[in-house]
Nanobody, 116 residues
Framework: VQLQASGGGLVQAGGSLRLSCVAS????????MGWYRQAPGKQRELVAT???????NYAASVKGRFTISRDNAKNTLYLQMTTLTPEDTAVYFC???????????WGQGTQVTVSS
């Protein structure tokens, strides 16, 4: 299975973007899916995760501004980002762990740039 992330771009501070991550196979049998980001010179960090049952978890820095969701029928994970700040500038990666596969699958990343 593969993950394809998209939706990144250049946006002004205060703006919004919606990222999408399409899986090549069904996401019904994933334990969890998530979004991570990596800014230049920094380590990759958790943004948000969502379990198969729909439970969500957010990094403190994005809580209340970002919303993670999944559409099982479309095999797609989303990240709705609002009130963006320059500190949100990073490459955003999606990942997923399927029940039948021990290793986590990562998407290729999509660049989000927020200008001040």
């Amino acid at each position: 299975v593969q993950l394809q992330a998209s939706g990144g771009g250049l946006v002004q501070a205060g703006g919004s973007l919606r990222l999408s991550c399409v899986a090549s196979g069904s996401i019904l049998d994933t334990n969890a899916m998530g979004w991570y980001r990596q800014a230049p010179g920094k380590q990759r960090e958790l943004v948000a995760t969502i379990t198969r049952s729909g439970s969500t978890n957010y990094a403190a820095s994005v809580k209340g501004r970002f919303t993670i969701s999944r559409d099982n029928a479309k095999n797609t994970l989303y990240l709705q980002m609002t009130t963006l700040t320059p500190e949100d500038t990073a490459v955003y990666f999606c990942n997923a762990q399927w029940t039948w596969r021990p290793s986590i699958v990562w998407g290729q990343g999509t660049q989000v740039t927020v200008s001040s």
